[in-house]
């Protein structure tokens, strides 16, 4: 069982940078992945970030490689997500998901069916 609370969305200037924080209770996280997903208003939820936990390593969805970076603090079972040069397409509710994955195949790390567990979700929202 794992629980998770997503915290730090809210609003963001063009260009601005915002990191969300993805708190994880579980006995042991060690055989998960943990992954950002979002949702836009009207469209389907998409993958943005993952990282597996025993190994530190860490993939991204397309339209956000190069701005977001994932990482992870073990002292505190948190994930991050922090996210540079922000977009009006960004704009969405952001989740964090957990899922026990034991293939490296990105593709099924890039899959919803993937996750057993999921936060409530954060808004971020891009200002111009």
């Known amino acids: 069982q794992v629980q998770l609370v997503e915290s730090g969305g809210g609003l963001v200037q063009a260009g601005g940078s915002l990191r969300l924080s993805c708190s994880a209770s579980?006995?042991?996280?060690?055989?998960?992945?943990i992954a950002w997903f979002r949702q836009a208003p009207g469209k389907e939820r998409e993958f943005v970030a993952g990282?597996?936990?025993?190994?530190?390593?860490?993939y991204y969805g397309d339209s956000v490689k190069g701005r977001f970076t994932i990482s992870r603090d073990n002292t505190k079972n948190t994930v991050y997500l922090l996210m540079n040069s922000l977009k009006p397409e960004d704009t969405a509710v952001y989740y964090c998901?957990?899922?026990?994955?034991?293939?490296?195949?990105?593709?099924?790390?890039?899959?919803?069916?993937?996750?057993?567990?999921w936060g409530q979700g954060t808004q971020v929202t891009y200002s111009s």
């Open positions: 990282i597996r936990w025993s190994a530190d390593s860490t």
């Open positions: 579980a006995r042991t996280l060690w055989t998960y992945v």
């Open positions: 998901a957990a899922g026990r994955i034991y293939t490296d195949d990105p593709e099924t790390g890039r899959r919803e069916s993937s996750y057993d567990y």
